[in-house]
T-cell receptor, first 119, second 113 residues
Framework: AQKITQTQPGMFVQEKEAVTLDCTYDTSDQSYGLFWYKQPSSGEMIFLIYQGSYDEQNATEGRYSLNFQKARKSANLVISASQLGDSAMYFCAMRERFRSGAGSYQLTFGKGTKLSVIP | SAVISQKPSRDICQRGTSLTIQCQVDSQVTMMFWYRQQPGQSLTLIATANQGSEATYESGFVIDKFPISRPNLTFSTLTVSNMSPEDSSIYLC??????????FGSGTRLTVV
């Protein structure tokens, strides 16, 4: 079974509008971390936002916020006031705690959502 | 967070040849990771490279095809050997970054013809 599910292969949003990118996850750990990364066409992976499983408040970073619903195991990314430069692939990822050695730091990535911002 | 310089940024190579990708980190790090991203796909971990020991490869990846060097705590190389068109991918190195997530290099876009 997939550990990270991103059900939207592609999304369109009008410039200046808000958009929500969906992410659900599956883990039996109590302690875990959730990440969102942006990948422009250039190929680099840019860290956007992090949510820890024990964080009571939703994470926010500028125009990015994470809608964390722990009981539903969802960690949706909300981008407010979309800009043309937001057009990119977006990946949700999870780090689970209880692994040994290098596995402690391994992230599991979803398949990504391609966001296109329309002028 | 660490800053990673990855080279080359892109290359077009003939099948049967090899390409070595370099990553230089601006601080000492214990572990470095190498990922492959095939066209339209997510990231797949190739191996974890520790300084002074052999790299640990994930299932489906072997040292003969993807030899890794880790001579010190700030540098690593990944070689893609005897390339075929199926090796056309983006290759990324990374280190543990903020919140124990990853900081990535800028990626190497490889096309094999």
């Amino acid at each position: 079974a997939q550990k990270i599910t991103q059900t939207q292969p592609g999304m369109f949003v009008q410039e200046k509008e808000a958009v929500t990118l969906d992410c659900t996850y599956d883990t039996s750990d109590q302690s875990y971390g959730l990440f969102w990364y942006k990948q422009p066409s250039s190929g680099e992976m840019i860290f956007l936002i992090y949510q820890g499983s024990y964080d009571e408040q939703n994470a926010t970073e500028g125009r990015y916020s994470l809608n964390f619903q722990k009981a539903r195991k969802s960690a949706n990314l909300v981008i407010s006031a979309s800009q043309l430069g937001d057009s990119a692939m977006y990946f949700c990822a999870m780090r689970e705690r209880f692994r040994s050695g290098a596995g402690s730091y391994q992230l599991t990535f979803g398949k990504g959502t391609k966001l296109s911002v329309i002028p | 967070s660490a800053v990673i310089s990855q080279k080359p940024s892109r290359d077009i190579c003939q099948r049967g040849t090899s390409l070595t990708i370099q990553c230089q980190v601006d601080s000492q790090v214990t572990m470095m990771f190498w990922y492959r991203q095939q066209p339209g796909q997510s990231l797949t971990l190739i191996a974890t490279a520790n300084q002074g020991s052999e790299a640990t490869y994930e299932s489906g990846f072997v040292i003969d095809k993807f030899p890794i060097s880790r001579p010190n705590l700030t540098f690593s190389t990944l070689t893609v050997s005897n390339m075929s068109p199926e090796d056309s991918s983006i290759y990324l190195c990374s280190v543990v970054g903020q919140f124990y997530g990853y900081t990535f290099g800028s990626g190497t876009r490889l096309t094999v013809v």
